[in-house]
Nanobody, 119 residues
């Protein structure tokens, strides 16, 4: 079991940057694969980025490649999403998710943090 709490969302102008953080509780955080997802009203939750338990493997959706960077610090039980060159279409609620293995479905979620990008 792991509890997740996101922070770092806010309002930013197009072209700006934000850094999202996800703090996890639980002794086994370092064994979890972690991901960032986003969702807008009426749309399905979209996986934006993911990172393996070791940090050695990452995934990015095509829409954010080259602009977003996911990282983790297992010593701090945290995962981050650095978002640069933000676009209005990046506006969404961003969620942190955890999976027990690199191939398992995500089963633990944070409460979400709102990111709004103005044009």
């Amino acid at each position: 079991q792991v509890q997740l709490v996101e922070s770092g969302g806010g309002l930013v102008q197009a072209g700006g940057s934000l850094r999202l953080s996800c703090a996890a509780s639980g002794r086994t955080f370092s064994s979890y694969a972690m991901g960032w997802f986003r969702q807008t009203l009426g749309k399905e939750r979209e996986r934006v980025a993911a990172i393996s338990w070791s940090g050695g493997s990452t995934y990015y959706a095509d829409s954010v490649k080259g602009r977003f960077t996911i990282s983790r610090d297992n010593a701090k039980n945290s995962v981050y999403l650095q978002m640069n060159s933000l676009k209005p279409e990046d506006t969404a609620v961003y969620y942190c998710g955890a999976a027990t293995t690199d191939w398992a479905p995500y089963e633990f979620w944070g409460q979400g943090t709102q990111v709004t990008v103005s044009s």
